[in-house]
């Protein structure tokens, strides 16, 4: 475990109660960022996936704090989902005090199939069965109960919130509560975009390179979303998409797909429903 000296860990007080995203990708962790950064009591940092705890590690302490907006908040928050590794997590538990986490969980099949059809909007043509043996993260990612064995080397489940993307879809106003109550703030504050669908699946465009580089630009110059929805550029931005993106249904999961990834996700499953006291049948029978 790496050393640091008392100043340096002491530095990060000023982000205490720190809650972090864990993830999983393609399960509206942008969604909960916006909610998260929305809020009027919570200080969540500007840029969605920072990567502090992996490879923005060596830029210390001070560049971390500085990603946080400045104010007076009564609890901070930064959403990464490429955190539940070993590295990340002993380089948390060695730093900070006061931490907490929440984890947005999504049927495993679901996950992977978005994440794959992520990669076919950006040109891929591999079959899913290629796809899986040259990026094995695409197994990865849905492999829940490996990732949360992992994570209980350094932290317990009384830490951990673990909310689910398909409960996010079907009612987001009482996940919302949950959220905000687990975060200690005020409960029943609502944003004005909550029930608004984000990174939705559309096929590849240039468009969307145009409008992710104007995004940037917005948030290089000091703009966050709650700035950018007050002026009424998300809306103009989204409409832009709209008109000029190409946009085709995607295509489904067939029956060999599902079967496929069964022999790499059911084990998973059962161990996680073990881990959380939970019935995950409805992710084992479809």
Not at 157 to 163: A, T
Not at 248 to 276: A, V, W
């Amino acid at each position: 475990m790496e050393k640091k000296d008392t100043k340096v860990i002491s530095d990060l007080k000023e982000v205490q109660p720190l809650f972090i995203c864990l993830g999983v990708r393609k399960a509206a962790t942008t969604w909960l960022h916006r909610q998260l950064e929305a809020h009027p009591e919570i200080a969540c940092t500007i840029t969605k996936e920072i990567g502090y705890w992996t490879s923005n590690y060596n830029k210390g302490p001070g560049w971390y704090l500085d990603q946080f907006p400045k104010g007076n908040y009564q609890a901070f928050a930064e959403v990464t989902p490429h955190y539940l590794n070993e590295n990340a997590l002993s380089r948390m538990a060695s730093d900070i005090s006061d931490i907490r986490f929440i984890l947005v969980l999504r049927d495993p099949f679901d996950r992977v199939w978005s994440e794959y059809l992520n990669m076919v909007r950006n040109g891929s043509r591999q079959k899913l069965s290629t796809a899986i043996i040259e990026n094995p993260k695409l197994i990865n990612h849905s492999l829940y109960a490996k990732a949360l064995k992992t994570y209980l080397k350094f932290f317990s489940m009384d830490q951990l919130l673990i909310l689910f993307f398909e409960e996010i879809k079907e009612d987001s106003i009482s996940v919302l509560r949950k959220l905000y109550e687990f975060v200690g703030v005020n409960k029943d504050f609502v944003s004005d975009d909550f029930q608004k669908e984000v990174n939705k699946g559309r096929n590849y465009s240039v468009t969307d390179h145009m409008l992710k580089n104007i995004q940037l630009v917005t948030k290089y110059c000091g703009l966050r979303r709650k700035h950018l929805v007050g002026f009424g550029l998300d809306k103009k931005l989204e409409h832009l998409y709209t008109c000029l993106a190409r946009k085709n249904p995607p295509p489904k999961m067939n029956e060999d797909d599902r079967t496929l990834l069964e022999k790499y996700l059911n084990q998973d499953i059962h161990e996680l429903g073990n881990i959380i006291n939970k019935n995950m049948y409805s992710w084992l029978q479809k």
